[in-house]
C-alpha cells in the first residue's frame, strides 16, 4: 500500500486539518508536508488539502483537552520551528496523545515527544531573544520600525509582549527571512506584507526613510552601552553565548560610530 502525502497550505490551521483528514479516513501510512516544501515521491499518493477553520479548531480542542496547557504551547511552538519533516513528528506525537487515556506530554521515553519538547525549547530560546534584541528606528512616517532574521518563525508568539510594552506607539517588525511582519496601529495588531526599495539596507540608518532625531537616539544608545561596558570585566566569550553575533548587524549598540 502506498503512502498518503498531504499537502497543505504551511499555515497552523492547514496542518491541523491535514491531521483531521487522518482521522477521518483512518489513513496508518501518511506523511504531510508543506506546500513550499514538498517534493514529488515516487511510490506516495499526494492529497491537497483545504484549510477548513473548523476542523482545525476540532482537533486543536481535542489536543487541549489530551494535554497540559504546557503540551499544547509546546506544539505550537514546535511547529513554529519549521524544521524540515516537523509536521510528521507532530503527526506521530497526536496519534499517540489521542491513543492514550492519560496525559502524554511528559512522557519523554516516546521519542516524539521528547522531539516535540526539544524543539519547543530552541523555539522558546528565540522568541525571548527577539523580545530582547529587537531596536526599532523612528520612520519618517512616525512609525518605530524594526527588522529581524529569527532563526524560526516566532512572530506569533512574541506580538502580546510588544503589544503590551509598547502600546502608545505605533510599530511595525518584519522578518526578512520570511517576508511578512506585524504592524500595530495603537488598537491591534495586524499582519503586513510589504515592499521594499531594491536596494534598501535593513542593517542600515538611511536619512531617506529614517527620522533626524533617530540619529541622535542612536548616538546616545551608543554612548550609554559603552560607558556601561568595563574593559578589564570584558568576557567575550560570555558576551557571544548571551548575545550571539547574528543577532548584532540590527543592534543599534553594534554599528560602528
Known amino acids: 500500500m502506498s503512502d498518503k502525502k498531504l499537502i497543505y497550505d504551511g499555515t497552523f490551521d492547514g ?7 487522518v482521522f477521518e479516513n483512518k489513513i496508518k501510512a501518511a506523511t504531510i508536508e508543506n506546500e513550499f516544501v514538498a ?45 524540515n519533516g516537523v509536521e510528521n513528528v507532530l503527526l506521530d506525537y497526536i496519534r499517540y496523545a489521542f491513543s492514550n487515556a492519560l496525559n502524554v506530554d511528559k512522557d519523554f521515553s516516546h521519542p516524539s515527544v521528547l522531539k516535540i519538547a526539544q524543539i519547543a525549547k530552541m523555539v522558546g530560546r528565540e ?9 526599532f528606528r523612528l520612520t ?15 512572530l506569533p508568539l512574541i506580538s502580546k509582549h ?35 526599495p531594491a536596494k534598501f539596507d535593513f542593517t542600515k540608518t ?22 556601561t561596558n568595563i574593559k578589564s570585566r570584558k568576557n567575550m566569550r560570555l558576551h557571544i553565548r548571551h548575545v550571539p553575533k547574528r543577532y548584532w548587524k540590527y543592534l543599534s549598540e553594534k554599528q560602528p560610530d
Open 15 to 21: 496542518f491541523l486539518s491535514s491531521v483531521f483528514y
Open 39 to 83: 517534493q514529488s515521491g515516487l511510490f506516495s499518493k499526494e492529497i491537497n488539502i483545504i484549510t477548513e477553520e473548523e476542523k482545525a479548531n476540532r482537533v486543536w480542542a481535542g489536543l487541549k483537552s489530551k494535554l497540559s496547557a504546557r503540551g499544547s504551547y509546546q506544539l505550537y511552538y514546535a511547529f513554529l520551528s519549521e524544521q
Open 127 to 135: 522568541k525571548h531573544r527577539m523580545e530582547a534584541f529587537v531596536r
Open 140 to 154: 519618517k512616517d512616525a512609525i518605530y520600525f524594526a527588522s529581524v532574521e529569527p532563526d524560526f518563525n516566532v
Open 162 to 196: 510588544f503589544k503590551g510594552r509598547y502600546a502608545d506607539q505605533k510599530w511595525i517588525i518584519y522578518d526578512i527571512k520570511r517576508n511578512y511582519g506585524l504592524s500595530y496601529d495603537l488598537k491591534k495588531v495586524e499582519i503586513i506584507n510589504l515592499d521594499f
Open 206 to 227: 538611511d536619512d531617506n526613510f529614517f527620522a533626524e532625531q533617530e540619529f541622535e537616539f542612536q548616538k546616545l544608545w551608543q554612548d550609554y552601552f559603552k560607558s
